[in-house]
């Protein structure tokens, strides 16, 4: 999440493990249904936030 800080410098730490949270629950279902390219999960904080 830092390069999430670099960004929104403003963001609370409650923003961020929201964001962490919703991160992680993205990769985990995307690999049981195609949320997200593959290429891109890897990137998602650039690509998707």
Same mark, same amino acid.
């Given at each position: 999440?830092? +390069? $999430? =800080?670099?960004?929104?410098?403003? &963001?609370?730490?409650?923003?961020?493990?929201?964001?962490?949270? /919703?991160?992680? +629950? $993205? =990769?985990?279902?995307?690999?049981? &249904?195609?949320?997200?390219?593959?290429?891109?999960?890897?990137? /998602?904080?650039?690509?998707?936030?």
């Amino acid at each position: 999440m830092t +390069l $999430i =800080k670099k960004y929104f410098p403003q &963001i609370s730490d409650s923003q961020i493990m929201k964001l962490s949270i /919703f991160e992680k +629950l $993205i =990769k985990e279902w995307n690999k049981k &249904i195609n949320l997200v390219s593959r290429k891109d999960v890897e990137n /998602f904080q650039i690509n998707h936030i």
